[in-house]
């Protein structure tokens, strides 16, 4: 089984400062790791995907994390933070099939002009 | 826009009463996966289908239940409802070459909420 924790259910920066949303995960197997956003009424977009590839990520708007196997951590960062950044964040775990993916609780990023 | 729709977007229904959600995949998508989303809480999974096949269950009785179909539109069910299927319900389609796995992208809907009374 996998698990997913979302270290902060909410974090607040500053426009222009880094973004740092923490993850950690549980699986016995080697895992897939993915991270996607949430607008308000609306449905989950993928940010960025770990595929047993490079540990370190780029994904969409500027978005990248790092894959840690000693840490069991795959951490979302941004360097400077942008109003429209605003919204919430999921991790997620799969061991073999995306689509059965195990969600953390997510995190509420407010952005601060 | 990711191109999967779902309908409806807003429902009300009362305790004991079914549902059906539907969920249009992305064109060329033949695995839809099903979750739950509580307010507050990431998203639970449900089921998946692949070829009009259910490939997986979550944690989650059997008055939940689903189709898929020859288009790859599906439908997800739940009979006698509670109070605590309160949720916004999400699809999500993605391209497999077999049910043992795939690390395709998964294609979210804009979710359907459902509001138990």
């Known amino acids: 089984a996998q698990s997913v924790t979302q270290l902060g259910s909410h974090v607040s920066v500053s426009e222009g400062a880094l973004v740092l949303l923490r993850c950690n995960y549980s699986?016995?197997?080697?895992?897939?790791l993915f991270w996607y956003v949430q607008y308000p009424n609306q449905g989950l977009q993928l940010l960025l995907k770990?595929?047993?590839?490079?540990?370190l990520v780029k994904g969409i708007n500027g978005f990248e994390a790092e894959f840690k196997k000693s840490e069991t951590s795959f951490h979302l960062t941004k360097p400077s933070a942008h109003m429209s950044d605003a919204a919430e964040y999921f991790c997620?775990?799969?061991?073999?099939?995306?689509?059965?993916?195990?969600f953390g609780d997510g995190t509420t990023l407010t952005v601060k002009p | 826009e990711t191109g999967v729709t779902q309908s409806p977007t807003h429902l009300i229904k009362t305790r004991g009463q079914q549902v059906t959600l539907r969920c249009s995949s992305q064109?060329?998508?033949?695995?839809v996966s099903w979750y739950q989303q509580a307010l507050g809480q990431g998203p639970q999974f449900i089921f998946q289908y692949y070829r009009e096949e259910e490939n997986g269950r979550g944690n989650f009785p059997p008055r939940f239940s689903g189709l898929q179909f020859p288009n790859y539109s599906s439908e997800l069910n739940v009979n006698a409802l509670e109070l605590d299927d309160s949720a916004l319900y999400l699809c999500?389609?993605?391209?497999?070459?077999?049910?043992?796995?795939?690390?395709?992208?998964?294609?979210f809907g804009p979710g359907t909420r459902l509001l138990v009374l």
């Open positions: 999500a389609s993605s391209f497999s070459s077999g049910t043992s796995g795939s690390r395709e992208t998964q294609y």
């Open positions: 064109s060329g998508h033949n695995t």
């Open positions: 770990y595929t047993s590839a490079a540990t």
């Open positions: 997620a775990v799969s061991v073999s099939n995306a689509g059965k993916s195990t």
């Open positions: 699986s016995s197997v080697p895992p897939y």
